[in-house]
């Protein structure tokens, strides 16, 4: 592999909600990153077919997965946990939300770690010590993080934008800060949302919906704005290009790199 790469995806982290969420590593993350706070989720701006478009680089409406429940693709799509393996790879995944063990198919994970959101206070915390245990430990050559309680217990448990939501997004950037700070000499790093919210719901496509941050870490990006129109579609390639993978011919995003 030409580099490794972690992704960090935190459910639901509106960009309003990332740049007022008080926590000051967002202005480090500006400086040090490649970033938009202008990208685009999917339609619907739902957890999993937002997820697995983000992994395979075609829309809802071409894997045919339109809501939190796993279906089988009809004309399937190989997504990057698949590419990395067909290239001798090595992945890890760490997740707060069970269905979302279905954006890999069986076989393609050499670790993984699933922790209930509802079983401790901050979950995304623990979860985040364990991914750098195991990463530490292994240096797997992908590494997936994904966060949830920006979602559960801030967005939809107590609404988008309130000081709950907010304090979760924090706590989120927290450990996103702890897992750059650990392997930046090590690995090239992603930070995504999958989608937005408003009220206490989420998956229409109104734009609290549906813009969302997208930041890249590493040696290969150059820091600063990024004006160029950037979607979930985009992941999937970048990562495989860092990572000196060939993309799949079916894939409908593009490289950042």
């Not at 979602?151 to 997004?169: A, C, F, P, Q, T």
Request: charged residues 25%; aromatic residues 10%; contains cysteine.
């Amino acid at each position: 592999m030409d580099n490794k790469v972690i992704l960090i995806s935190i459910d639901g982290m509106r960009s309003d909600g990332m740049q007022m969420c008080g926590n000051p590593y967002v202005k480090e993350l500006e400086r040090m990153c490649a970033y938009t706070y202008k990208a685009s989720s999917m339609d619907p701006s739902v957890t999993f077919p937002c997820h697995f478009s983000m992994t395979h680089s075609v829309t809802p409406q071409r894997h045919g997965i339109l809501t939190n429940t796993y279906v089988p693709q009809v004309r399937p799509v190989a997504g990057i946990f698949e590419k990395i393996k067909s290239a001798k790879g090595v992945s890890a995944m760490f997740y707060g939300w069970e269905p979302l063990r279905d954006i890999a198919l069986p076989g393609t994970l050499k670790f993984s770690t699933y922790i209930n959101a509802y079983m401790k206070e901050s979950s995304d915390t623990v979860l985040t010590d364990e991914a750098i245990k195991v990463i530490g430990e292994n240096k797997p050559d992908f590494a997936f993080l994904y966060m949830v309680e920006t979602d559960e217990k801030g967005g939809h448990d107590n609404g988008w934008m309130s000081e709950e939501y907010l304090r979760r997004v924090s706590i989120a950037l927290d450990n996103t800060k702890r897992m750059i700070d650990t392997f930046k000499s090590e690995y090239s790093v992603i930070i995504m949302a999958d989608h937005g919210g408003h009220d206490r719901s989420h998956g229409t496509t109104l734009p609290e919906d549906m813009t969302i941050p997208l930041f890249f870490f590493g040696e290969r990006f150059t820091p600063g704005e990024i004006k160029e129109e950037l979607s979930l579609l985009d992941i999937a390639p970048t990562i495989a290009e860092l990572m000196g993978i060939y993309p799949e011919d079916e894939w409908e995003g593009r490289s950042i790199v």
